[in-house]
């Protein structure tokens, strides 16, 4: 069976990342920038993350690293990347202007059934979108608000979190960018847009404590029994990776 084809729209941190995500699921990726440097640049990036992973043990997908690159392959033509894609992810700077172009292009080139989805990380749907012919295909891909208990820990734990155990959040801004500087040039009219929604401090009670808890309880049911041998392995996990801590640091 021909497998689906996926076209990623700028091949900075965001776009080699979710070409990785594509590639663990088996899917055909182009990576379209405007500059061939770039992309040779991270195309190196992304071969040099999957091999590191591979040898941990914690790539993702059941192909290997190897399978994985060759899914991936460059283009520096917009129409050429996105011809025969199923779903576009577009990853360029946040910028409005500049993504609302792009996404103008997109709209003069697409079919019907082609997803057109963006990773903006606080840039309204309706300034993206509104005037394209396929505004009903276009997605933003970040969760808005629709979230369960349980996967907010695992974006924490699985995500964030992970890094956190090592470096604080000001120096995860400053290696998601060229620098704090960088970051908050690019960020802070969108960060201030998010503060700026942030209701009254909430009461801690009623229907919302209700919900995670039910959720949380699912998952590890409020019973001593239960709650001690969870206690003991989420310590047993902290000396372990105190251990490796300080292991690095004697390295």
């Given at each position: 069976?021909?497998?689906?084809?996926?076209?990623?729209?700028?091949?900075?941190?965001i776009g080699r990342s979710w070409a990785m995500v594509f590639a663990a699921g088996g899917f055909k990726v182009k990576l379209y920038d405007i500059a061939q440097e770039q992309?040779?640049?991270?195309?190196?990036?992304?071969?040099?993350?999957?091999?590191?992973?591979?040898?941990?043990?914690?790539?993702?997908?059941?192909?290997?690293?190897?399978?994985?690159?060759?899914?991936?392959?460059?283009?520096?033509?917009?129409?050429?990347?996105?011809?025969?894609?199923?779903?576009?992810?577009?990853?360029?700077?946040?910028?409005?202007?500049?993504?609302?172009?792009?996404?103008?292009?997109?709209?003069?080139?697409?079919?019907?059934?082609?997803?057109?989805?963006?990773?903006?990380?606080?840039?309204?749907?309706?300034?993206?979108?509104?005037?394209?012919?396929?505004?009903?295909?276009?997605?933003?891909?970040?969760?808005?608000?629709?979230?369960?208990?349980?996967?907010?820990?695992?974006?924490?734990?699985?995500?964030?979190?992970?890094?956190?155990?090592?470096?604080?959040?000001?120096?995860?801004?400053?290696?998601?960018?060229?620098?704090?500087?960088?970051?908050?040039?690019?960020?802070?009219?969108?960060?201030?847009?998010?503060?700026?929604?942030?209701?009254?401090?909430?009461?801690?009670?009623?229907?919302?404590?209700?919900?995670?808890?039910?959720?949380?309880?699912?998952?590890?049911?409020?019973?001593?029994?239960?709650?001690?041998?969870?206690?003991?392995?989420?310590?047993?996990?902290?000396?372990?990776?105190?251990?490796?801590?300080?292991?690095?640091?004697?390295?």
């Amino acid at each position: 069976m021909e497998l689906s084809q996926v076209a990623i729209i700028g091949s900075g941190l965001i776009g080699r990342s979710w070409a990785m995500v594509f590639a663990a699921g088996g899917f055909k990726v182009k990576l379209y920038d405007i500059a061939q440097e770039q992309l040779t640049t991270a195309l190196e990036n992304i071969s040099k993350q999957m091999k590191e992973m591979e040898k941990l043990g914690v790539l993702k997908g059941a192909l290997s690293a190897e399978q994985q690159l060759a899914l991936i392959s460059v283009c520096t033509d917009l129409k050429a990347a996105v011809e025969g894609a199923t779903f576009i992810q577009e990853c360029t700077p946040e910028n409005l202007e500049l993504k609302k172009k792009i996404f103008g292009q997109l709209d003069l080139t697409v079919g019907d059934s082609v997803i057109l989805s963006s990773s903006t990380s606080c840039l309204l749907p309706s300034k993206l979108f509104t005037g394209l012919k396929h505004v009903k295909q276009c997605i933003v891909s970040h969760p808005e608000g629709v979230i369960s208990p349980t996967d907010l820990d695992l974006v924490m734990s699985d995500g964030l979190g992970m890094r956190y155990a090592f470096i604080g959040p000001l120096e995860t801004m400053h290696l998601n960018a060229e620098g704090v500087s960088s970051y908050c040039e690019r960020y802070a009219e969108g960060m201030k847009l998010v503060l700026n929604t942030f209701g009254p401090v909430p009461e801690f009670s009623g229907e919302t404590v209700q919900k995670v808890n039910q959720a949380l309880s699912e998952k590890i049911p409020v019973v001593p029994k239960v709650l001690d041998a969870r206690r003991k392995w989420r310590d047993e996990c902290l000396t372990g990776l105190a251990k490796l801590k300080t292991q690095m640091k004697s390295d």
